[in-house]
C-alpha cells in the first residue's frame, strides 16, 4: 500500500550521509473530510536504519512529522558498496523496509 | 536596544517598500530556503511512481507504455522531454508532453483520452498521467532544451503561444503578461519571472513540473496554466488543448539553451 521509500547513501572520509524520502500519509488524526467526519490518525511511530545489519539509527516519530517524511542522517563508518536498510513501522501496524548501497 | 531593532525593522520595511524588492538578506533567506527544499523532493516519489507505470501493462489493451514514440522514437525517454513541445507525424499536431501521453495512453493501452480531459487533476487517470510526466521529465535532468522552431507547425505554435501571453480577458483584464512581462514583479511573497526574457523563460520552463510546498501537491505544466487561468478569474482551458500547447511552445522556445531541472520544489 504505501510506496518505495527513495534512499541515498555516500560515503566520504570515514562518514556515510544517509538520505530517506518516505511515502506516508503522516495523518494526524485531527482533520476532518469534507463531511465532517475526522480522518483517522495514520502515522509512522518508528523507523530503524541497519548497516550491514547492525542497527545505526533508531527513530520514533509522531504525528507531529508531516507528509512523506524526509529523514537525513550520519554515522561513523561504512563503505562503497555496504548495505543500508530502512524499515518503519506506522500506528496501524503496516511496514515497509528498503535498502540500498552505499555509493 | 529596542529601538535601534525596531529602527533597523523600519529601515528594511522602507528599504523594500523603495525598490519593490525584497531586501537582500530576506531573498537570500528565500534562495536557501529553495536550495533546501530540493534535497527533499517529493516529486522524487511520483518520479518512482511514473517509472512503474510506464513499464506496467494497463488499459483495456492491457499493454506498457514502453513503445510510446515521445519524439526520439518508441521508448526512448531519456532527453525526450528537453526537445518538447515537438511536432509528431502519427497525429499531425506540435503536442506537449501531456497531450503526447494521453495520445499514447489511448493508442498503445485503450485508455480514452475523453476520460482524461473530462476529469481532474490530481485524481484518476490524469492523476496518473502526472506521475507519468513527472517520471518522463526528470529523464531530462540536465539536458539542454531545444525545441525546433525552424518546424513551420512548431514556429505556427510559438507565435500562437506569444498572442495568447499578451491576451486580455475576464473580469480583470489580465493576460499572462500582465505578470510575467516585467523584471522584478513579486505577487506578495512570491518572485514572478519575466517570461519575455530567456533568463525568466529557462528558470521556469527549467523547474516545471514541480512539488509545491505550500500545498503539499505536485503540479504538471497543464495543472500551472490552468491555474493561471483561474487566478486571472478568466476560463479555464481545455485539458491538453491547443492553447496550452501553444503557451507551452512560447515559453519553451524562449528558453532554449537553458538547462531543465526538473521535477523540482517550490514554495
Known amino acids: 500500500m504505501a510506496g518505495p521509500m527513495r534512499i541515498r547513501a555516500a560515503a566520504a572520509d570515514g562518514i556515510t550521509e544517509v538520505r530517506v524520502l518516505m511515502s506516508h500519509p503522516m495523518e494526524t488524526g485531527q482533520r476532518k473530510d469534507g463531511s465532517g467526519n475526522v480522518i483517522p490518525a495514520h502515522y509512522i ?4 536504519a541497519k548497516h550491514n545489519d547492525k542497527e545505526v539509527l533508531k527513530v520514533e516519530m509522531g504525528p507531529s512529522v508531516s507528509t512523506n517524511p524526509y529523514l537525513s542522517f550520519k554515522f561513523k563508518g561504512g563503505a562503497s558498496g555496504d548495505t543500508i536498510e530502512v524499515s518503519w513501522k506506522d500506528n496501524k501496524g503496516e511496514s515497509r523496509t528498503d535498502s540500498v548501497q552505499i555509493r | ?50 517509472e512503474e507505470l510506464w513499464v506496467t501493462p494497463r488499459g483495456p489493451k492491457n499493454a506498457t507504455l514502453e513503445q510510446c514514440d515521445l519524439g526520439l522514437g518508441p521508448g526512448v525517454v531519456e532527453g525526450a522531454y528537453a526537445q518538447m513541445p515537438r511536432y509528431f507525424e502519427d497525429t499531425g499536431r506540435v503536442q506537449d508532453l501531456e497531450s503526447r501521453l494521453m495520445t499514447c495512453m489511448e493508442t498503445l493501452q485503450g485508455i480514452p483520452s475523453e476520460e482524461i480531459i473530462n476529469g481532474k ?18 529523464q531530462s535532468r540536465g539536458a539542454k532544451i531545444q525545441v525546433d522552431l525552424d518546424h513551420p507547425k512548431v514556429k505556427e505554435m510559438f507565435e500562437l503561444g506569444k498572442q495568447a501571453f499578451w491576451y486580455r480577458s475576464g473580469p480583470m483584464d489580465f493576460a499572462c503578461a500582465t505578470c510575467h512581462a516585467t523584471d522584478g514583479e513579486r505577487i506578495r511573497m512570491q518572485d514572478l519571472p519575466n517570461l519575455t526574457k530567456h533568463e525568466g523563460a529557462a528558470a521556469a520552463w527549467g523547474s516545471w513540473p514541480a512539488y509545491r510546498v505550500s500545498n503539499s501537491q505536485f503540479w504538471t505544466m497543464q ?45
Open chain 2, 223 to 267: 495543472h500551472r496554466l490552468n491555474d493561471c487561468y483561474r487566478q486571472q478569474r478568466t476560463a479555464e482551458p481545455i485539458y491538453g488543448s491547443d492553447i496550452t500547447i501553444a503557451l507551452s511552445v512560447y515559453m519553451a522556445g524562449m528558453a532554449n539553451g537553458g538547462t531543465m531541472n526538473a521535477p523540482a520544489a517550490k514554495r
Open chain 2, 121 to 138: 487533476f490530481r485524481q484518476g487517470e490524469r492523476g496518473k498521467v502526472a506521475d507519468l510526466v513527472a517520471y518522463v521529465v526528470g
Open chain 2, 1 to 50: 536596544m529596542k529601538k535601534g531593532i525596531a529602527t533597523a525593522a523600519l529601515t528594511a520595511a522602507i528599504a523594500g517598500g523603495v525598490t519593490g524588492a525584497l531586501a537582500d538578506d530576506t531573498a537570500a533567506a528565500l534562495e536557501q530556503y529553495r536550495q533546501m527544499i530540493q534535497d527533499s523532493n517529493p516529486a522524487e516519489l511520483n518520479e518512482m511512481a511514473g
Open chain 1, 45 to 48: 511511530t518508528e523507523l530503524v
